[in-house]
């Protein structure tokens, strides 16, 4: 969830609650001011129509005074003096239906001894209607109020983020080995400048680390290729010497197998470290059933050797651009190692698609986890030769052609898919 | 036979030289662009070795200087691994073949042979040992006049055994020369055992001596003469 949308909601929820609350409380505070003036003018009525009947000892019709609904009643005998205000349900005959009124009723002994009651019934149906009316109107003005104040604050953060988006923006895009260090836009607010500057600094102390990393990679495996050329040939001369005996050309033997083995090291580390500096940037169209069948070919007295049966399957043909000796890297890797950890007499099976390619072979299951397969130096148990550069070169040319790779392990086949 | 090395480094150098030497050949080493250049201008060659990459200039320009001189001097690169432009430039500047670093000293001895057996137009291009006669033209091969009908990497095989005669070849060697260096697998022991058995099984029959001799481990060499 986006941070302006979770704020969002959250404003909007708080000021809906807020605004029901609020409106209760005001309507109870209207109720309460016009039932406190209806009941006061209920009151002076009261006082009136007693004045009257004391001034006047008899009891007038005060209906035509007050235009509502008024009894007094003349009692017999004295009463207590009661007096109370309350609400009532009474039928209107104008209306034809039942109405709320407020009802006064008061006892008293004034009239000549004699007791009386007054009632006077005012309706509330207007002050409810009033009271309805000016709700509604304040409630409007509240929605009102709400949604400019949301979209209000939706904009202003919707603008107010802009540089912080972009930031996120600059930062998922960035990769590490391109030219250019990490560059954000400035701004003139403080809280987005500040990382942003940190965030700079730092991309620039780890590119440089990396850039540093690169370069000593690359010179170190540089620079061994010419002592291990070296040793190599003197090996190859030493061995020439005719008095050398079985123990000594032992010994000679197992250090040249060590050289060699450090050569491919070398070389393989070279390469990695090459794809990486993006020397190979020519590329051109290439036929990938071109190079499966001339790699296959390469490859077809070791796989017959073997008892490996290779099976090819070339649904759609398959062209790629990119450059014509990674993309024999790539392909030789890829079989060499179906060969390597097949199983005696299995199968490899080649299939071409439109937009992947897959090489699967017969094996035993891996003892490692397969989400380490592509890492350099992962060799198996099996063969202790391997130098275990083979897939991390795989996902280096993968990685430098946007490629994806992925790989599965079912019913004893293992697959590497390659998707373009 | 004359051949210059142009190769800056000096015990890399040495080795070449020596391994070269042995076959009689007259081979004289530089280190410098500076000094390949002086001896190309004064002295012929049969062959000429040449690293891309020298301190004071390009093995490339040497190539360039020679076929200047309107020179027939074969011309091998040898040059550090991958290095593709210098190998499409190398070659289509006019030089005969392109050896990656490191490489084998019997791989580059048998190219040098190779290209001195092409260059040699005037004398009859074969490659004789004893009782076995070559003709690599027709890549056609005879053991005491009786033909003999080898599969490709048979014949790849004894062409290497014969530019590398009396000297021990490792199984490494020999699977590069005969498979390239993508073949680093162990099992490529066994296909070079089968190849080599195979070889010694055609030669024999047709007569021929055994010639080639299993080295502790190491490798195996071609020769006459017992170990």
């Known amino acids: 969830m986006k941070l302006l949308t979770r704020t969002s909601r959250y404003y909007l929820i ?83 239906s039942f109405e709320t009124f407020r009802h006064l009723f008061a006892e008293n002994t004034s009239i000549q001894g004699k007791g009386y009651t007054i009632n006077i019934y005012k309706p509330l149906r207007d002050t409810e209607k009033l009271i309805a009316e000016i709700v509604i109107a ?53 809280e ?38 070296i040793i190599k040939s003197k090996l190859e001369l030493l061995i020439q010497r005719e008095n050398l005996d079985e123990q000594q050309l032992r010994m000679i033997s197992a250090v040249f197998e060590a050289t060699n083995r450090m050569s491919k090291l070398n070389q393989g580390l070279l390469l990695i470290s090459k794809i990486d500096n993006n020397q190979f940037d020519k590329t051109e169209e290439i036929d990938l059933a071109q190079i499966f069948d001339k790699t ?87 063969n202790p030769e391997s130098v275990g550069l083979g897939l991390a070169i795989v996902q280096k040319i993968i990685n430098l052609y946007r490629m994806n790779v992925t790989y599965t392990y079912h019913d004893g086949i293992h697959t590497l898919k390659i998707s373009y | 036979m004359k051949v210059l090395l142009i190769e800056d480094e000096k015990e890399l150098s040495s080795s070449i030289t020596e391994y070269l030497q042995r076959e009689n050949y007259l081979c004289e080493a530089v280190l410098t662009y500076e000094d390949a250049i002086e001896k190309i201008n004064l002295y012929q060659y049969d062959c000429i070795i040449v690293d891309i990459n020298l301190p004071d200039g390009s093995g490339l320009n040497v190539i360039r200087a020679l076929k200047q001189l309107k020179s027939e001097t074969g011309i091998i690169i040898i040059s550090a691994k991958n290095s593709l432009d210098d190998k499409v430039d190398g070659l ?13 000293l019997p791989e580059l001895n048998a190219r040098v042979k190779s290209i001195i057996r092409r260059r040699n137009f005037g004398g009859i ?28 990497k048979e014949y790849d095989l004894l062409i290497f055994f014969l530019s590398n005669r009396d000297r021990v070849v490792t199984k490494e060697a020999i699977a590069e020369h005969l498979w390239g260096d993508e073949m680093d697998m162990a099992d490529s022991f066994d296909f070079i055992y089968t190849h080599i058995k195979n070889l010694r099984k055609k030669i024999m029959e047709k007569g021929g001596e055994d010639y080639i001799r299993t080295i502790y481990g190491m490798g195996y060499k071609f020769t006459d003469s017992a170990v």
């Open chain 1, 192 to 229: 987005f400048n500040h990382p942003n500057e940190a965030l700079e600094k730092m991309s620039k102390k780890i590119r440089q680390d990396y850039i540093n990393l690169k370069e000593f990679n690359e010179n170190a495996a540089h620079e061994l290729l010419t002592p291990v050329a």
């Open chain 1, 14 to 96: 708080i000021s809906i609650v807020a605004y029901i609350l609020s409106g209760l409380i005001f309507y109870r505070l209207l109720d309460n001011i016009f039932a406190k003036q209806l009941d006061g003018t209920l009151s002076e009525e009261k006082m009136l129509i007693e004045e009257t009947i004391n001034y006047a000892d008899s009891v007038p019709d005060f209906r035509s005074v007050f235009g509502h609904m008024i009894d007094i009643t003349i009692l017999n005998s004295p009463q207590h003096k009661v007096e109370y205000i309350r609400d009532t349900l009474m039928y209107d005959g104008e209306r034809g």
């Open chain 2, 125 to 152: 291009n074969e490659i004789l040992f004893n009782d076995i006669r070559v003709l690599p033209e027709n890549m056609e091969v005879t053991v005491n006049n009786h033909l003999l009908v080898l599969t490709k």
């Open chain 1, 138 to 190: 304040v409630a409007l003005l509240f929605i009102g109020l709400l949604v400019l104040l949301v979209l209000v604050n939706y904009f202003i953060a919707r603008r107010v983020w802009i540089p912080f988006y972009r930031t996120i923006n600059s930062l998922t895009h960035y990769q590490i080995n391109q030219d250019k260090p990490l560059t954000l836009t400035k701004t003139d607010i403080y």
């Open chain 2, 92 to 104: 289509g500047i006019g030089a005969d073949d392109y050896l990656t670093k490191p490489f084998h």
């Open chain 1, 296 to 382: 296959l070919e390469h490859f077809e007295e070791m796989s017959e050797h073997l008892g490996i049966v290779v099976s090819k399957n070339y649904l759609h043909p398959a062209k790629l651009t990119m450059n014509p000796i990674l993309a024999e890297i790539l392909i030789t890797n890829l079989v060499s190692n179906a060969i390597r950890h097949n199983l005696p007499s299995g199968r490899i099976e080649i299939e071409l698609s439109e937009s992947s390619f897959t090489v699967s072979n017969t094996g035993q299951p891996l003892k490692t986890d397969p989400s380490q397969l592509f890492e350099r130096f992962r060799k198996s148990e099996n």
